[in-house]
C-alpha cells in the first residue's frame, strides 16, 4: 500500500488512478489529519508526501514520521513546487529518501518509486557479516545502520546506498555518471545537483568525519583509505 498526502484534488485523484493502473495498491488522503487516521489502522510500504499542505506542512509530517519507531524506516518520497537547493536539502535533511519536483510525469513518478521500493527490499536482504569502515565510520549491511564514533547515524536510503558506495571503493575516486548510474538507476530524469545535494547532507550527518567524504574536482568524489 502507497499513502498519498496531497491536498491538490487533481494532482491527488490522478497520481492513485496511475498507480493502480500499475497495479500498485494506493490511497490519497487531501489533509494530514486524515493521513495520520489512517496510519493508526495500516501502515504503508511508501509514503508521497506534498509540503505544501493544510493544518501542517509536509517538513512537519516527515519529522513527525522520523520521530517514531514504528514508522521511521518507512520510504517516503517528497513531492513539491519548491525547487531550490534549500529546499531540497531541508527535505533530505529531515529524512526523505527522494524527492521530485512538480510539474512531473506520471512515469518519471512510477520510476523513481520503483526505485525507492527496490533500494528498500536490497538493504533488508544485504549478505550477512558484511561491515564496512573508514576511520570512525562503521556500516553494517546486514542491519543497515551507520555509526559514527560508536554513535548511531540515520540517514536516507540513498545516503546509505552512496556511502556503502564509497567504501566499497574506498581509496577510488566515482565519477557522478557512476554514482548516478549505481545509486539511481533512473538516471535520465533526475535533477542535474541530486548528486551535491545527497553529499551534502551525508557529511553534515557524518559530523566531523563527513571530512573523510572529499570532493575531487572535475572528477567526482571518494572516501580516503
Not at 30 to 54: N, Y
Not at 119 to 142: C, D, H, Q
Request: hydrophobic share 40%.
Amino acid at each position: 500500500m502507497i499513502y498519498l498526502l496531497e491536498d491538490d484534488d487533481s494532482i491527488r485523484k490522478l497520481v492513485v488512478y496511475t498507480l493502480k493502473s500499475q497495479q500498485m495498491e494506493s490511497e490519497g488522503f487531501e489533509k494530514p489529519s486524515d493521513f495520520w487516521k489512517a496510519m493508526q489502522v495500516h501502515l504503508p510500504e511508501l509514503i508521497l508526501l506534498d509540503i505544501m499542505l493544510p493544518e501542517e506542512d509536509g517538513l512537519s509530517v516527515l519529522k513527525k514520521l522520523r520521530s517514531n519507531p514504528k514508522t521511521k524506516r518507512i520510504p517516503v518520497v517528497m513531492l513539491t513546487a519548491k525547487a531550490t537547493e534549500y529546499d531540497t536539502v531541508t527535505g533530505l535533511d529531515t529524512g526523505a529518501d527522494d524527492y521530485i519536483t512538480k510539474p512531473f510525469g506520471m512515469m518519471a513518478l512510477v520510476a523513481r518509486i520503483k526505485a525507492v521500493k527496490r533500494r528498500y527490499e536490497a538493504g533488508k536482504t544485504a549478505s550477512p557479516g558484511t561491515e564496512l569502515t573508514a576511520g570512525n565510520i562503521v556500516v553494517s549491511k546486514e542491519k543497515h545502520c551507520v555509526w559514527v564514533d560508536g554513535k548511531q547515524v540515520f540517514l536516507t536510503l540513498k545516503e546509505f546506498d552512496m556511502l556503502v558506495l564509497l567504501l566499497e571503493n574506498k581509496g577510488n575516486v566515482l565519477t557522478r555518471e557512476q554514482l548516478l548510474n549505481s545509486v539511481w538507476n533512473y538516471e535520465n530524469d533526475i535533477e542535474s545537483r541530486t548528486i551535491d545535494v545527497h553529499v551534502r547532507t551525508l557529511r553534515q550527518k557524518l559530523g566531523a568525519s563527513g571530512e573523510l567524504l572529499e570532493t575531487i574536482r572535475g572528477v567526482g568524489y571518494k572516501i580516503g583509505e
